[in-house]
């Protein structure tokens, strides 16, 4: 079954300790991103890749760190997390056809819930 | 850079009602794409638009994107429980942007 899946689905953590939140593709997208959910405000993208050792900032990158060392995954790093960091985390990914860039369909992952006391 | 307006926030409407959410672009959109994200969940892709003055339909849910590939909507007809949720636009680009989402309220 195609799918994304995140780790952890809910975490809550203290300011200042280091956290990875797992992402994983089974499709053999290229594309990759994460995107965090708040309140009113939709879908702002963290970090992107479009391939292996390719990635780039988003809107929202302060804060957060990403690696895309193999294909299928894209950890997302929070070194020191603060309480701004409390948000819903969605790993999303698609096909990125010759360099052009996400081709449409996203597909995500079930989400991750942090919050940061 | 690019931005995607999507209206309205909210939308609340009574069972059987029809409901539109619009979104336009600050730029030309090589395409456009719909999610929806039910309460609870994650977004879920329902379908992409292409080409300019494009009319999509899926039963009850009704896709158009603009002559000029900047806006683009969602029409329901006559809405149901099932339909709670947020929607979303995606401006296809190199780096896809998203509206802010339209949230359903359908009160039975």
């Known amino acids: 079954e195609a799918q994304v899946t995140q780790n952890p689905r809910y975490l809550i953590t203290v300011t200042g300790k280091k956290l990875t939140v797992t992402c994983s593709q089974n499709m053999n997208h290229e594309y990759m991103s994460w995107y965090r959910q708040d309140p009113g405000l939709g879908l702002r993208q963290i970090y992107y890749?479009?391939?292996?050792?390719?990635?780039d900032k988003g809107d929202v990158p302060e804060g957060y760190k990403v690696s895309r060392k193999e294909k299928r995954n894209f950890p997302l790093i929070l070194e020191s997390p603060s309480p701004n960091q409390t948000s819903l985390y969605f790993c999303?990914?698609?096909?990125?056809?010759?360099?052009?860039?996400?081709?449409?369909?996203?597909?995500f992952g079930e989400g991750s819930r942090l919050t940061v006391l | 850079g690019q931005q995607v307006m999507q209206i309205p926030q909210y939308q609340h409407v009574q069972e059987g009602e029809d409901f539109t959410t619009y979104c336009n672009s600050s730029?030309?959109?090589?395409?456009i794409q719909w999610y929806k994200q039910r309460p609870g969940g994650h977004p879920v892709f329902l379908i992409q638009l292409v080409k300019s003055g494009e009319v999509k339909k899926q039963k009850r849910l009704t896709f158009q994107f603009g002559e000029a590939k900047k806006n683009s909507s969602l029409h329901i007809t006559a809405t149901q429980t099932t339909d709670v949720g947020t929607y979303f636009c995606e401006g296809g680009s190199y780096i896809p942007t998203f509206g802010r989402g339209t949230s359903l309220i359908v009160h039975p």
């Open positions: 730029t030309t959109l090589s395409n």
């Open positions: 890749s479009m391939n292996v050792e390719v990635t």
């Open positions: 999303a990914s698609s096909l990125n056809v010759e360099g052009q860039g996400s081709t449409g369909e996203l597909f």
